[in-house]
C-alpha cells in the first residue's frame, strides 16, 4: 500500500465522517417529528458508517503492521485526524442536543397520557357515580 492507497483511506475515512455528521444534523432537525422507523433507519445508517469506520481503520493499521512501523507520519494523516477531532467532538455535540429535545418530548407525551388518564378516571367516576349516566338521561327523555 503506497502513498495513493492511503490517500485513498483518508478520503474513504473524510467521507464517512462528514456523512456520519451529516446523520446528527439530520436527526437533530427532525427529532421532533419523526416516527420510529425512520429512527430506526438513522441508527441503521449511521451503525453502517461506523463499520465502515472500523474497516478503514483495519486497513490502515495491517498496512502499518505490513511496513514494519508503528504509525506513520504524514501531512494528510495529521491533517485528517484535526478534522476527525473537530468532526467527532460537532457530533457528540448534536447527538447531545438530539438526545435533550428528545428527553424533553416524551416529558411532554408523558404529562398529556397522565393528563388524559386522570381526564379518563374523573369521568369514570362522573358516571359510575350516578350523576352523569347517559343511560339515565336517555330513561327520562
Known amino acids: 500500500m503506497g ?3 492511503i490517500e485513498t483511506l483518508i478520503s474513504r475515512w473524510k467521507e464517512q465522517y462528514q456523512l456520519l ?3 446528527a444534523e439530520d436527526l437533530l432537525r427532525n427529532v421532533d417529528i419523526w416516527g420510529p422507523e425512520a429512527f430506526e433507519g438513522a441508527i441503521a445508517r449511521r451503525q453502517g458508517n461506523i463499520e465502515e469506520l472500523f474497516d478503514i481503520d483495519t486497513c490502515l493499521v495491517k498496512y502499518l503492521k505490513d511496513a ?3 504509525t506513520i507520519r504524514d501531512s494528510r494523516l495529521d491533517e ?3 478534522f476527525k477531532e473537530t468532526a467527532t467532538n460537532r457530533i457528540l455535540e448534536l447527538d447531545s442536543l438530539s438526545i435533550a429535545l428528545a428527553g424533553e418530548r416524551l416529558a411532554h407525551l408523558q404529562s398529556e397520557i397522565a393528563a388524559g388518564a386522570r381526564g379518563k378516571t ?4 362522573y358516571e359510575s357515580s350516578g350523576r352523569g349516566s347517559r343511560q339515565n ?5
Open 122 to 125: 374523573a369521568i369514570v367516576s
Open 3 to 5: 502513498r495513493e492507497a
Open 80 to 82: 485528517f485526524r484535526t
Open 137 to 141: 338521561w336517555n330513561d327520562i327523555a
Open 21 to 23: 455528521l451529516a446523520e
Open 68 to 70: 514494519g512501523m508503528e
